[in-house]
Protein backbone atom coordinates (compact mmCIF):
# COMPACT_ATOMS: atom_id res chain seq x y z
CA UNK A 1 0.00 0.00 0.00
CA UNK A 2 2.90 2.56 0.95
CA UNK A 3 4.07 1.71 -2.70
CA UNK A 4 1.08 2.44 -4.19
CA UNK A 5 0.68 5.96 -2.47
CA UNK A 6 4.28 6.74 -2.95
CA UNK A 7 3.63 6.01 -7.06
CA UNK A 8 0.26 8.04 -6.53
CA UNK A 9 1.77 11.01 -5.09
CA UNK A 10 4.55 10.56 -7.52
CA UNK A 11 1.74 11.17 -10.81
CA UNK A 12 0.06 13.77 -9.20
CA UNK A 13 3.22 16.07 -8.63
CA UNK A 14 3.89 15.32 -12.34
CA UNK A 15 0.58 16.18 -13.75
CA UNK A 16 0.90 19.69 -11.52
CA UNK A 17 4.37 20.71 -12.63
CA UNK A 18 3.51 19.91 -16.58
CA UNK A 19 0.43 22.34 -15.70
CA UNK A 20 2.39 24.87 -14.26
CA UNK A 21 4.99 24.66 -16.84
CA UNK A 22 1.94 24.73 -19.56
CA UNK A 23 0.55 27.89 -18.27
CA UNK A 24 3.84 29.96 -16.67
CA UNK A 25 6.11 29.11 -19.84
CA UNK A 26 4.42 27.57 -22.95
CA UNK A 27 7.21 28.92 -25.39
CA UNK A 28 9.47 26.62 -23.52
CA UNK A 29 7.44 24.09 -25.44
CA UNK A 30 9.06 23.83 -29.10
CA UNK A 31 6.06 21.71 -30.29
CA UNK A 32 3.55 23.50 -28.02
CA UNK A 33 0.16 24.20 -30.11
CA UNK A 34 -3.37 25.55 -28.79
CA UNK A 35 -4.79 21.76 -28.57
CA UNK A 36 -6.67 20.18 -25.26
CA UNK A 37 -4.21 18.29 -23.41
CA UNK A 38 -6.27 16.39 -20.77
CA UNK A 39 -8.31 12.79 -21.59
CA UNK A 40 -10.31 11.06 -19.42
CA UNK A 41 -10.75 7.69 -20.58
CA UNK A 42 -13.67 5.28 -19.93
CA UNK A 43 -13.53 2.02 -21.45
CA UNK A 44 -15.23 -1.81 -20.55
CA UNK A 45 -14.69 -5.34 -21.81
CA UNK A 46 -13.04 -8.62 -22.14
CA UNK A 47 -10.19 -10.12 -20.83
CA UNK A 48 -8.21 -13.83 -20.92
CA UNK A 49 -6.14 -14.45 -18.08
CA UNK A 50 -3.72 -17.37 -19.55
CA UNK A 51 -1.08 -17.98 -16.52
CA UNK A 52 -1.05 -18.78 -13.70
CA UNK A 53 -3.51 -20.92 -11.82
CA UNK A 54 -2.77 -23.16 -9.20
CA UNK A 55 -5.31 -25.88 -9.85
CA UNK A 56 -6.50 -27.11 -13.29
CA UNK A 57 -9.15 -24.25 -13.74
CA UNK A 58 -9.70 -22.17 -16.48
CA UNK A 59 -12.07 -19.33 -17.78
CA UNK A 60 -13.86 -18.18 -20.63
CA UNK A 61 -12.78 -17.27 -23.69
CA UNK A 62 -13.20 -14.30 -23.43
CA UNK A 63 -14.31 -13.66 -20.25
CA UNK A 64 -16.79 -11.53 -18.99
CA UNK A 65 -15.80 -8.83 -17.69
CA UNK A 66 -13.26 -6.00 -17.21
CA UNK A 67 -13.13 -2.22 -16.58
CA UNK A 68 -11.09 0.43 -16.53
CA UNK A 69 -10.73 4.41 -15.55
CA UNK A 70 -7.87 6.09 -16.99
CA UNK A 71 -6.51 10.17 -16.93
CA UNK A 72 -4.01 11.48 -19.36
CA UNK A 73 -2.28 14.41 -19.62
CA UNK A 74 -0.35 15.49 -23.52
CA UNK A 75 2.48 17.26 -22.89
CA UNK A 76 3.24 17.69 -26.87
CA UNK A 77 0.95 16.46 -29.68
CA UNK A 78 3.10 13.10 -29.55
CA UNK A 79 3.84 12.67 -25.87
CA UNK A 80 2.15 12.44 -22.62
CA UNK A 81 1.80 10.72 -19.57
CA UNK A 82 -1.20 8.48 -17.98
CA UNK A 83 -2.50 6.84 -14.93
CA UNK A 84 -5.14 4.15 -15.38
CA UNK A 85 -7.39 2.00 -12.71
CA UNK A 86 -8.58 -1.18 -13.89
CA UNK A 87 -10.63 -4.04 -12.38
CA UNK A 88 -10.82 -7.43 -13.59
CA UNK A 89 -13.85 -9.84 -12.80
CA UNK A 90 -12.43 -13.43 -13.29
CA UNK A 91 -15.02 -16.02 -13.13
CA UNK A 92 -14.91 -19.62 -14.02
CA UNK A 93 -15.75 -21.50 -17.57
CA UNK A 94 -18.82 -23.51 -16.80
CA UNK A 95 -16.86 -26.77 -18.03
CA UNK A 96 -13.92 -25.78 -15.11
CA UNK A 97 -13.34 -28.39 -12.53
CA UNK A 98 -13.37 -25.65 -9.40
CA UNK A 99 -15.66 -23.50 -9.71
CA UNK A 100 -14.07 -19.27 -8.62
CA UNK A 101 -14.71 -16.03 -8.61
CA UNK A 102 -11.37 -13.45 -8.43
CA UNK A 103 -11.30 -9.73 -8.12
CA UNK A 104 -7.94 -8.34 -9.78
CA UNK A 105 -7.63 -4.63 -9.19
CA UNK A 106 -4.37 -2.49 -10.61
CA UNK A 107 -3.36 1.01 -11.11
CA UNK A 108 -0.65 1.79 -13.50
CA UNK A 109 1.05 4.86 -14.68
CA UNK A 110 2.28 4.83 -17.99
CA UNK A 111 3.98 6.95 -21.08
CA UNK A 112 1.80 7.68 -23.76
CA UNK A 113 2.88 7.90 -27.63
CA UNK A 114 0.92 9.11 -30.33
CA UNK A 115 1.35 6.49 -33.16
CA UNK A 116 -0.59 8.76 -35.62
CA UNK A 117 1.94 11.41 -35.58
CA UNK A 118 4.54 8.91 -36.75
CA UNK A 119 2.70 7.52 -39.88
CA UNK A 120 1.45 11.21 -40.90
CA UNK A 121 -2.18 10.22 -39.94
CA UNK A 122 -3.37 13.70 -39.33
CA UNK A 123 -2.26 15.01 -42.78
CA UNK A 124 -4.70 12.14 -44.18
CA UNK A 125 -7.64 12.97 -41.46
CA UNK A 126 -8.35 14.83 -38.85
CA UNK A 127 -11.22 12.14 -36.87
CA UNK A 128 -8.84 8.59 -36.80
CA UNK A 129 -5.77 8.33 -34.79
CA UNK A 130 -3.84 5.78 -32.75
CA UNK A 131 -2.43 5.83 -29.32
CA UNK A 132 0.43 3.50 -27.91
CA UNK A 133 0.65 3.55 -24.03
CA UNK A 134 3.10 1.13 -21.94
CA UNK A 135 3.93 1.28 -17.86
CA UNK A 136 4.06 -0.40 -14.88
CA UNK A 137 1.82 -0.52 -11.79
CA UNK A 138 0.24 -2.44 -8.66
CA UNK A 139 -2.24 -5.14 -8.48
CA UNK A 140 -3.98 -6.56 -5.71
CA UNK A 141 -5.54 -10.27 -5.70
CA UNK A 142 -7.66 -10.97 -3.26
CA UNK A 143 -7.44 -15.31 -1.86
CA UNK A 144 -10.37 -17.13 -3.03
CA UNK A 145 -11.87 -17.57 0.49
CA UNK A 146 -13.74 -21.01 -0.29
CA UNK A 147 -10.24 -22.00 -0.54
CA UNK A 148 -8.22 -19.80 2.05
CA UNK A 149 -10.43 -19.23 4.94
CA UNK A 150 -7.22 -16.88 6.54
CA UNK A 151 -8.09 -14.75 3.63
CA UNK A 152 -5.14 -12.47 2.08
CA UNK A 153 -4.28 -10.36 -0.96
CA UNK A 154 -1.33 -10.73 -3.16
CA UNK A 155 0.37 -7.41 -4.05
CA UNK A 156 2.21 -7.65 -7.31
CA UNK A 157 3.84 -5.49 -9.77
CA UNK A 158 2.60 -5.20 -13.42
CA UNK A 159 3.45 -3.97 -16.62
CA UNK A 160 1.59 -3.22 -19.37
CA UNK A 161 1.78 -2.10 -22.88
CA UNK A 162 -1.22 -1.54 -25.23
CA UNK A 163 -2.29 -0.12 -28.60
CA UNK A 164 -5.69 2.32 -28.66
CA UNK A 165 -7.03 2.81 -32.15
CA UNK A 166 -9.66 5.81 -32.29
CA UNK A 167 -13.02 7.65 -34.21
CA UNK A 168 -12.92 11.77 -33.12
CA UNK A 169 -17.21 11.70 -32.85
CA UNK A 170 -16.91 15.11 -31.76
CA UNK A 171 -14.77 18.47 -30.86
CA UNK A 172 -14.59 16.60 -27.03
CA UNK A 173 -15.58 13.32 -27.72
CA UNK A 174 -14.07 10.43 -29.03
CA UNK A 175 -14.87 7.00 -29.70
CA UNK A 176 -11.94 4.19 -28.69
CA UNK A 177 -10.67 0.50 -28.96
CA UNK A 178 -7.78 -0.76 -26.66
CA UNK A 179 -6.35 -4.07 -27.07
CA UNK A 180 -3.51 -4.37 -23.52
CA UNK A 181 -1.79 -6.81 -22.90
CA UNK A 182 -0.25 -7.56 -18.82
CA UNK A 183 2.39 -8.92 -17.32
CA UNK A 184 2.67 -9.90 -13.49
CA UNK A 185 5.40 -10.13 -11.44
CA UNK A 186 5.54 -11.29 -7.84
CA UNK A 187 3.05 -13.90 -7.88
CA UNK A 188 1.69 -15.83 -5.30
CA UNK A 189 -1.86 -16.31 -5.96
CA UNK A 190 -3.29 -17.95 -9.39
CA UNK A 191 -5.93 -16.07 -11.34
CA UNK A 192 -7.91 -19.15 -9.00
CA UNK A 193 -7.38 -17.27 -6.27
CA UNK A 194 -5.01 -19.93 -4.92
CA UNK A 195 -1.87 -20.11 -3.66
CA UNK A 196 0.87 -21.13 -6.45
CA UNK A 197 2.82 -24.21 -5.06
CA UNK A 198 6.03 -23.02 -6.74
CA UNK A 199 5.59 -19.19 -6.64
CA UNK A 200 8.18 -17.53 -8.32
CA UNK A 201 9.26 -13.85 -8.24
CA UNK A 202 9.76 -13.40 -12.35
CA UNK A 203 7.47 -12.60 -14.77
CA UNK A 204 4.07 -15.39 -13.99
CA UNK A 205 1.16 -13.74 -14.50
CA UNK A 206 0.22 -13.33 -18.04
CA UNK A 207 -3.52 -11.52 -18.77
CA UNK A 208 -5.20 -10.03 -22.08
CA UNK A 209 -7.76 -7.15 -21.75
CA UNK A 210 -10.01 -6.12 -24.83
CA UNK A 211 -11.77 -2.90 -24.37
CA UNK A 212 -14.22 -0.27 -25.90
CA UNK A 213 -15.01 3.49 -24.72
CA UNK A 214 -15.30 6.75 -24.64
CA UNK A 215 -12.62 9.14 -24.54
CA UNK A 216 -13.34 12.88 -22.98
CA UNK A 217 -11.11 15.86 -23.55
CA UNK A 218 -10.58 18.74 -21.34
CA UNK A 219 -8.84 22.32 -21.35
CA UNK A 220 -8.45 24.88 -23.64
CA UNK A 221 -7.35 24.36 -27.43
CA UNK A 222 -8.96 24.20 -31.03
CA UNK A 223 -8.74 20.50 -30.59
CA UNK A 224 -8.32 17.58 -29.11
CA UNK A 225 -4.05 16.49 -28.96
CA UNK A 226 -4.93 12.65 -30.27
CA UNK A 227 -6.53 14.90 -33.41
CA UNK A 228 -4.23 18.34 -33.18
CA UNK A 229 -2.65 19.55 -36.65
CA UNK A 230 0.62 19.71 -36.77
CA UNK A 231 1.46 23.18 -35.91
CA UNK A 232 3.66 23.43 -38.58
CA UNK A 233 2.17 21.76 -41.24
CA UNK A 234 -0.92 23.88 -40.10
CA UNK A 235 0.63 27.29 -40.95
CA UNK A 236 2.26 25.79 -44.01
CA UNK A 237 -1.59 25.00 -45.21
CA UNK A 238 -2.57 28.66 -43.69
CA UNK A 239 0.13 30.64 -45.87
CA UNK A 240 -0.90 28.22 -48.92
CA UNK A 241 -4.68 29.21 -48.86
CA UNK A 242 -3.13 33.24 -48.22
CA UNK A 243 -1.02 32.98 -51.37
CA UNK A 244 -3.88 30.74 -53.51
CA UNK A 245 -5.91 34.08 -52.22
CA UNK A 246 -3.79 36.61 -53.41
CA UNK A 247 -3.23 34.90 -56.84
CA UNK A 248 -6.71 34.56 -57.38
CA UNK A 249 -7.26 38.62 -56.30
CA UNK A 250 -4.22 39.66 -58.26
CA UNK A 251 -4.72 37.81 -61.79
CA UNK A 252 -5.54 39.75 -64.75
CA UNK A 253 -7.17 37.21 -66.79
CA UNK A 254 -7.75 39.85 -69.69
CA UNK A 255 -4.43 41.45 -69.52
CA UNK A 256 -5.50 45.02 -69.27
CA UNK A 257 -3.29 46.14 -66.38
CA UNK A 258 -5.91 45.87 -63.75
CA UNK A 259 -6.39 42.67 -61.39
CA UNK A 260 -9.56 40.50 -60.98
CA UNK A 261 -10.50 41.96 -57.99
CA UNK A 262 -11.26 45.75 -59.13
CA UNK A 263 -11.69 44.64 -62.84
CA UNK A 264 -15.60 45.94 -63.88
CA UNK A 265 -15.24 44.11 -67.25
CA UNK A 266 -12.43 41.11 -67.16
CA UNK A 267 -12.89 40.16 -71.32
CA UNK A 268 -11.22 43.64 -72.66
CA UNK A 269 -8.92 43.15 -75.41
CA UNK A 270 -4.89 43.26 -74.76
CA UNK A 271 -4.12 46.48 -76.12
CA UNK A 272 -7.22 48.82 -75.41
CA UNK A 273 -6.66 51.14 -72.89
CA UNK A 274 -8.85 51.03 -70.20
CA UNK A 275 -10.06 53.58 -67.13
CA UNK A 276 -9.06 52.42 -63.44
CA UNK A 277 -12.08 50.06 -62.83
CA UNK A 278 -10.37 47.99 -66.51
CA UNK A 279 -13.26 49.23 -68.60
CA UNK A 280 -12.13 50.41 -72.11
CA UNK A 281 -11.92 53.93 -72.79
CA UNK A 282 -15.10 54.79 -74.87
CA UNK A 283 -14.89 58.70 -75.05
CA UNK A 284 -17.77 59.33 -77.38
CA UNK A 285 -20.09 56.61 -76.35
CA UNK A 286 -20.82 54.62 -79.15
CA UNK A 287 -20.17 51.63 -77.53
CA UNK A 288 -16.81 51.16 -79.40
CA UNK A 289 -13.80 51.00 -77.82
CA UNK A 290 -11.65 54.29 -78.85
CA UNK A 291 -8.74 52.31 -79.98
CA UNK A 292 -10.68 50.09 -82.19
CA UNK A 293 -12.68 52.07 -84.34
CA UNK A 294 -10.28 52.86 -86.51
CA UNK A 295 -9.67 49.17 -87.25
CA UNK A 296 -12.94 49.18 -88.03
CA UNK A 297 -13.73 52.04 -90.16
CA UNK A 298 -10.81 51.03 -92.28
CA UNK A 299 -11.98 47.66 -93.22
CA UNK A 300 -15.73 48.12 -92.87
CA UNK A 301 -18.09 50.69 -93.37
CA UNK A 302 -19.71 52.63 -90.33
CA UNK A 303 -23.38 52.75 -89.76
CA UNK A 304 -23.74 56.15 -90.91
CA UNK A 305 -21.47 55.20 -94.48
CA UNK A 306 -24.35 52.10 -94.63
CA UNK A 307 -27.28 54.66 -93.87
CA UNK A 308 -25.94 56.74 -96.59
CA UNK A 309 -25.86 53.69 -98.97
CA UNK A 310 -29.78 52.69 -97.63
CA UNK A 311 -31.08 56.07 -98.18
CA UNK A 312 -29.61 56.39 -101.74
CA UNK A 313 -30.67 52.85 -102.70
CA UNK A 314 -34.01 53.47 -101.79
CA UNK A 315 -33.98 56.81 -104.32
CA UNK A 316 -32.25 54.70 -106.79
CA UNK A 317 -31.74 50.81 -107.04
CA UNK A 318 -33.19 48.97 -104.10
CA UNK A 319 -30.67 45.99 -104.98
CA UNK A 320 -27.52 48.24 -103.55
CA UNK A 321 -28.59 47.26 -100.32
CA UNK A 322 -28.72 43.46 -100.65
CA UNK A 323 -25.64 43.93 -102.54
CA UNK A 324 -24.12 45.71 -99.68
CA UNK A 325 -25.23 43.18 -97.40
CA UNK A 326 -24.32 40.20 -98.98
CA UNK A 327 -20.86 41.84 -99.85
CA UNK A 328 -20.18 41.61 -96.01
CA UNK A 329 -20.79 45.29 -94.61
CA UNK A 330 -23.59 44.60 -92.44
CA UNK A 331 -22.04 42.57 -89.66
CA UNK A 332 -22.71 41.46 -85.98
CA UNK A 333 -19.91 41.75 -84.16
CA UNK A 334 -18.95 40.06 -80.03
CA UNK A 335 -16.77 40.56 -77.77
CA UNK A 336 -14.46 37.60 -77.21
CA UNK A 337 -15.62 34.32 -76.10
CA UNK A 338 -19.31 35.86 -76.14
CA UNK A 339 -22.97 35.39 -77.76
CA UNK A 340 -24.20 38.79 -76.83
CA UNK A 341 -23.76 41.63 -79.70
CA UNK A 342 -21.55 44.28 -79.10
CA UNK A 343 -23.96 47.53 -78.86
CA UNK A 344 -22.28 49.28 -82.19
CA UNK A 345 -23.74 46.34 -83.90
CA UNK A 346 -27.46 46.38 -83.16
CA UNK A 347 -27.49 49.29 -86.11
CA UNK A 348 -26.54 46.22 -88.19
CA UNK A 349 -29.46 44.27 -86.96
CA UNK A 350 -31.91 46.80 -87.40
CA UNK A 351 -30.39 46.85 -90.98
CA UNK A 352 -31.51 43.66 -91.97
CA UNK A 353 -34.45 43.89 -89.65
CA UNK A 354 -35.77 46.70 -91.91
CA UNK A 355 -34.76 45.03 -95.13
CA UNK A 356 -36.78 41.71 -94.13
CA UNK A 357 -40.04 43.88 -93.96
CA UNK A 358 -39.23 45.76 -97.13
CA UNK A 359 -39.19 42.74 -98.85
CA UNK A 360 -41.20 40.02 -97.42
CA UNK A 361 -40.78 37.09 -100.14
CA UNK A 362 -36.64 37.70 -99.03
CA UNK A 363 -34.91 34.97 -96.89
CA UNK A 364 -31.39 34.82 -95.00
CA UNK A 365 -28.45 32.81 -93.95
CA UNK A 366 -26.79 33.94 -91.22
CA UNK A 367 -23.38 32.69 -90.85
CA UNK A 368 -20.98 32.86 -87.38
CA UNK A 369 -17.50 32.85 -86.81
CA UNK A 370 -15.26 32.87 -83.87
CA UNK A 371 -11.34 34.30 -83.94
CA UNK A 372 -8.61 31.42 -83.41
CA UNK A 373 -7.90 31.46 -79.93
CA UNK A 374 -9.40 28.21 -78.46
CA UNK A 375 -9.70 24.61 -79.88
CA UNK A 376 -11.28 24.33 -83.52
CA UNK A 377 -14.59 22.32 -82.07
CA UNK A 378 -14.94 24.65 -79.21
CA UNK A 379 -14.86 28.04 -81.49
CA UNK A 380 -17.55 26.24 -84.31
CA UNK A 381 -19.66 25.75 -81.77
CA UNK A 382 -19.20 29.30 -80.55
CA UNK A 383 -19.83 30.79 -84.08
CA UNK A 384 -23.17 28.45 -84.58
CA UNK A 385 -24.33 29.81 -81.20
CA UNK A 386 -23.37 33.30 -82.04
CA UNK A 387 -25.58 32.96 -85.10
CA UNK A 388 -28.86 31.51 -83.39
CA UNK A 389 -28.62 34.27 -80.87
CA UNK A 390 -28.88 36.93 -83.88
CA UNK A 391 -31.44 34.84 -85.48
CA UNK A 392 -33.37 34.90 -82.17
CA UNK A 393 -33.44 38.59 -81.84
CA UNK A 394 -34.93 39.18 -85.35
CA UNK A 395 -37.05 36.62 -84.87
CA UNK A 396 -38.29 38.17 -81.68
CA UNK A 397 -38.26 41.43 -83.82
CA UNK A 398 -41.28 39.87 -85.74
CA UNK A 399 -39.13 38.48 -88.32
CA UNK A 400 -40.73 34.85 -89.32
CA UNK A 401 -38.30 32.01 -87.84
CA UNK A 402 -39.10 30.33 -91.47
CA UNK A 403 -37.64 32.89 -93.54
CA UNK A 404 -34.35 32.81 -91.35
CA UNK A 405 -31.21 29.87 -91.19
CA UNK A 406 -28.51 30.30 -89.53
CA UNK A 407 -25.39 28.06 -89.07
CA UNK A 408 -21.61 28.07 -87.71
CA UNK A 409 -18.53 28.28 -90.06
CA UNK A 410 -16.06 28.48 -86.83
CA UNK A 411 -12.84 29.95 -87.00
CA UNK A 412 -11.98 32.64 -89.29
CA UNK A 413 -7.98 32.53 -90.26
CA UNK A 414 -8.19 35.74 -92.32
CA UNK A 415 -6.59 37.69 -89.99
CA UNK A 416 -3.32 37.63 -87.99
CA UNK A 417 -4.34 35.63 -84.82
CA UNK A 418 -1.33 37.91 -82.83
CA UNK A 419 -3.22 41.11 -83.55
CA UNK A 420 -6.44 41.43 -81.21
CA UNK A 421 -8.34 44.53 -83.20
CA UNK A 422 -7.82 41.80 -86.11
CA UNK A 423 -9.41 39.45 -84.04
CA UNK A 424 -12.18 41.26 -83.02
CA UNK A 425 -13.03 41.83 -86.61
CA UNK A 426 -14.05 37.86 -87.17
CA UNK A 427 -15.69 37.37 -84.04
CA UNK A 428 -19.26 38.19 -86.25
CA UNK A 429 -21.95 37.11 -87.91
CA UNK A 430 -22.78 37.60 -91.73
CA UNK A 431 -25.79 37.92 -93.97
CA UNK A 432 -27.01 36.68 -97.03
CA UNK A 433 -30.09 37.46 -98.52
CA UNK A 434 -32.12 36.25 -101.31
Known sequence: MKKLLTLTLLMCAGILYAQETENMEPEMN??????KRWAIDLGAGVHKPTRPFASSAFTNTPDLFQVDLGVRYMFTRSFGIGLEFGYNDIQSDEDSPIEFETKYYRTTLEGIVNLGNFVNLDAATSNFGIIGHGGMGIGFLPANDDFNPDGGTDLQLNFQVGITPQLRLADNVALFGD?????????????????LPNATRGFEGLLVNASVGISFYLGNGNAPADFAKD?????????????DQMAREYADDDKDGVPNYIDRDNTTES??????????????????????????DSR????????????????????????????????VYFRFNSTKPTTYSLGAVNTIMQYMNDNPSATATLTGYADEIGSPEYN???????????????VAAGIDASRLSYNGDGEDASVDKNSSDARQLVRRVTFRVN
Do not use: C
Open 30 to 35: SDSSNF
Open 179 to 195: LTVIGTVRNDYGWDGLP
Open 231 to 243: PLEAKVDEVAEAM
Open 271 to 296: GVRVDNKGRAIDLNKNGIPDDMESAL
Open 300 to 331: YASQSDVQTAIDGANASNGNLIKQLINEGYVN
Open 380 to 394: KDLSERRAKMVHDVL
